[in-house]
């Protein structure tokens, strides 16, 4: 069974501030996902990921596969960015996603 | 762009009723998916379906859960007799082998 955590649980930031939001698991992987959910409860993936780095606008995520680890990182913040972001990664041999718990991100103008 | 959608987005019912979720993947994809969604917990996986049978399933999904492609665009869940801890937001998603899974906006349901 594959570990999920996430961190920090809770960001709060200035609009303008450069985000990281981490994951790590602890069984190896074929592919991560990083998902933003809204306060309505609608999940929108992001990226998905199996190796290096990806970025789309303001959002970059990373994933190092020998450390068991990704980040999601969001330049130049904005209160819209305000949200859940969830880690969730697909085991080898299954399609199945396992989901971290999240982290709430809420940024002030 | 093409989207998963899922009907209705609200759901009450009584506890011991039968209750149908309904979700149209991207019509292209080949593996469906079912996710819930306890209030302030994380997303659990149900069940996964490819080539109309169930792929895989968690300790969730018991007898009282049933899944069904009906007609080659919808995608069912069904809940035979509703208990009161099945009150969760239910995700579908689908995607094509090892791509990225697409999401609904999701079922909220309620069991009174």
């Known amino acids: 069974k594959n570990e999920v955590e996430q961190s920090p649980q809770n960001l709060t930031a200035q609009e303008g501030e450069f985000i990281t939001i981490n994951c790590s698991y602890s069984v190896g992987i074929s592919a991560l996902h990083w998902l933003q959910q809204h306060p309505g409860g609608g999940i929108v993936s992001l990226f998905m990921?199996?190796?290096g780095k990806k970025k789309h606008g303001r959002l970059i995520a990373t994933i190092n596969i020998q450390e068991k680890h990704s980040s999601l990182h969001i330049t130049a913040s904005h209160p819209r960015d305000s949200a859940v972001y969830i880690c969730?990664?697909?085991?080898?041999?299954?399609?199945?996603?396992?989901f971290g718990t999240g982290t709430r991100l809420t940024i002030i103008p | 762009e093409p989207e998963v959608t899922q009907t209705p987005s609200h759901q009450v019912t009584q506890m011991g009723q039968e209750v149908i979720l309904r979700c149209v993947p991207i019509?292209?994809?080949?593996?469906f998916y079912w996710y819930r969604q306890i209030l302030g917990q994380k997303v659990e996986f149900l069940v996964s379906f490819y080539n109309n049978e169930i792929s895989e399933k968690s300790e969730i999904f018991d007898d009282q859960f049933s899944v069904e492609r009906p007609d080659g665009s919808n995608f069912t869940l069904k809940i035979r007799s509703t208990k009161l801890e099945d009150s969760a937001m239910y995700f579908c998603a689908s995607s094509i082998q090892s791509y990225e899974q697409y999401f609904g906006p999701g079922t909220r349901l309620t069991v009174t």
């Open positions: 019509s292209n994809h080949l593996y």
């Open positions: 990921l199996s190796s």
């Open positions: 969730a990664v697909i085991n080898f041999g299954n399609e199945k996603l396992t």
